[in-house]
């Protein structure tokens, strides 16, 4: 039960910590943009998120983050999407060469 509340401690501190990143959004050295996109990336809950998209203090900075970098596609994502496309269209070409 205690680690559960310093779970949640934690998640609080952090959630706070991305709030005041999010606020001076997008005056952010690079180091602390990093920190912010690490955390809603990978670390932010969408209870997370959405706690801080509807606070009326930072809601402008965080559209503006979330339409800058975080809607955007990554280099791995499109190197994914390429091999997948390229996948499926090398099995169809494979299904209608062997089938006629």
Partial sequence: M???MQRGAIRDERRAYAKALSARYPD???DQLDDLLRWSRK????????????DDEVSQQYALLKR????????PDIVFML??????????GGIGYLGS
């Fill in 2 to 4: 205690e680690t559960e």
């Fill in 28 to 30: 952010l050295p690079i």
């Fill in 43 to 54: 670390e932010a809950s969408a209870l997370d998120a959405g706690l801080i998209s509807m």
């Fill in 68 to 75: 800058d970098e975080l809607d955007r596609f990554a280099m």
């Fill in 83 to 92: 091999l997948f496309w390229s996948a499926m269209c090398a099995i169809i």
